[in-house]
């Protein structure tokens, strides 16, 4: 028998008594990782004022705090208050699709299950340029009519929902139960498409550019190579935080990186 990747042997069971094989096995038991387990990262986050002692030591002691996420892509770790997605909330995402589909992709990509809801144009296949595993990835495009009821049961069996309003508006109530599954569940609800009250973090991707599609006389043609982006995150208690990122195909898959300088807007001279 293996139990969280330590064999218990029949030679150790022989010499214990009932009481202890049933404690011993419920201690392995007990290490085994909950659905999803792999895909969390834990993000420690210092206090921003230092916590001194009175014992007049020579550097000051930080209080933690610590936080399980959902991985993002690299490029928006810095970005977001925790690091990636806190399990346990709700977040929006609005504006590029990429931003979404980046999500899932990084969630999957890490072992994560994630459900989408109400979707029927998600891109699967940029999903799986940018390190999707689709046998993580289940799609339901058309929930029916109450797709809110569809993502709440979802989230006791996924690390990530992803939920698409369709426009729709969630009552203030149901939305409170809903986040409350959530927290109680550990999972993770992504919102788009709609209007829902009380999301912990709000994203609002666009794109501001693209690489491949020639300049001057040659405007307009080309291969499109790239796609710049601007994401602005808000939340309950972090200030507005803007990043510009830049998707380019590597390596045949698609890449995320944060620009290090600031790029002028493409500009076009018109003739009158």
């Given at each position: ?13 022989d ?8 404690a ?5 038991m007990?290490?085994?990782?909950s ?5 969390s ?9 230092p916590v ?5 030591e020579?550097e000051p002691i930080r ?5 399980d ?6 490029a ?14 709700v ?7 990429s931003?979404l589909i980046?999500?899932?992709a990084a969630v999957?990509g890490?072992?994560?299950?994630v459900?989408v ?12 340029e940018?390190?999707a595993q689709l ?9 029916g ?9 979802l989230l ?14 969630v ?10 599954r ?5 999972s ?5 498409d709609?209007h ?7 994203l ?6 693209y690489?491949?599609?020639?300049t ?10 790239g ?5 602005c995150?808000r ?7 803007t ?7 590597e390596?045949?898959r698609i890449?995320?990186h ?7 807007p493409l500009?076009?001279a018109?003739?009158?």
């Amino acid at each position: 028998m293996t139990v969280s990747g330590a064999s218990v042997t029949p030679d150790v069971l022989d010499g214990l008594s009932l009481p202890e094989r049933v404690a011993l096995l419920r201690s392995r038991m007990a290490a085994v990782p909950s659905r999803g387990e792999t895909a969390s990262v834990r993000i420690e986050n210092s206090d921003p004022d230092p916590v001194r002692s009175d014992v007049g030591e020579a550097e000051p002691i930080r209080a933690v705090r610590q936080r399980d996420v959902l991985p993002v892509p690299s490029a928006l770790i810095d970005v977001l208050p925790h690091g990636g997605l806190v399990r346990g909330t709700v977040a929006s995402v609005s504006g590029a699709g990429s931003l979404l589909i980046g999500l899932v992709a990084a969630v999957t990509g890490a072992g994560g299950h994630v459900a989408v809801i109400g979707q029927p144009r998600f891109g699967l296949l940029a999903a799986v340029e940018m390190g999707a595993q689709l046998s993580k990835l289940a799609l339901i495009p058309d929930p029916g009519p109450d797709p809110v009821e569809v993502a709440a049961i979802l989230l006791d069996g996924v690390d990530l929902v992803v939920l698409g309003l369709g426009g729709q508006s969630v009552s203030p109530t149901r939305a409170r139960a809903v986040v409350a599954r959530a927290r109680s569940k550990g999972s993770t609800l992504l919102v788009t498409d709609g209007h829902w009250d009380g999301a912990e973090l709000r994203l609002d991707a666009s794109v501001h550019g693209y690489d491949g599609l020639g300049t001057g006389r040659e405007l307009g043609r080309g291969r499109l190579r790239g796609v710049r982006l601007s994401v602005c995150a808000r939340g309950r208690a972090m200030r507005p935080r803007t990043v510009r990122l830049d998707l380019r195909a590597e390596n045949g898959r698609i890449e995320w990186h944060a620009e290090q300088h600031e790029q002028n807007p493409l500009s076009i001279a018109v003739s009158t």
